[in-house]
């Protein structure tokens, strides 16, 4: 589902280096389409986080119960004053008509929906990473 993702946002990451660390995991509860949405979103916020060269991470790991999903970036980092808002709608740390402030809303609630959680951690200057915690399929 994440290569998914990565493919349809291709010609917006195609110039940073994407680096892959997947393992073999189990079925993941949820609906495919809108999780793809999920992973599509965090991909674009990367590759908007980022000027010139960057790096966007991506790994795969299975935790026994849940899977956990990492989309990080070497971009500029998220101020810590952001952190409170970061998942509310319509908020943007990005420049007026470069963003709605609804991806990471909307990321959020599918995330929820589906028996999961969202976070992130983000150092500024050195880049964000979200983390994508999902219930096993039983």
Excluded: C
């Excluded at 291709?10 to 609906?31: C, D, H, L, M, T």
């Excluded at 992973?39 to 010139?52: S, T, Y």
């Amino acid at each position: 589902m994440l290569d998914e993702a990565l493919n349809i946002v291709w010609g917006q990451v195609k110039r940073f280096e994407v680096n892959k660390e997947y393992v073999e995991a189990p079925a993941i509860f949820g609906s495919r389409i809108q999780l793809s949405q999920v992973f599509i979103n965090l991909l674009l916020n990367a590759a908007q986080a980022m000027e010139g060269e960057g790096v966007i991470s991506l790994k795969i790991m299975n935790k026994g119960t849940h899977v956990l999903v990492v989309v990080s970036d070497t971009g500029h980092g998220i101020p810590k004053e952001h952190y409170s808002r970061l998942f509310d709608p319509f908020f943007t740390t990005k420049a007026v008509g470069q963003g709605t402030g609804l991806g990471l809303y909307i990321s959020y609630g599918i995330i929820q929906k589906h028996r999961g959680d969202l976070l992130f951690h983000s150092e500024v200057g050195r880049g964000t990473s979200f983390q994508v915690i999902l219930p096993v399929q039983q």
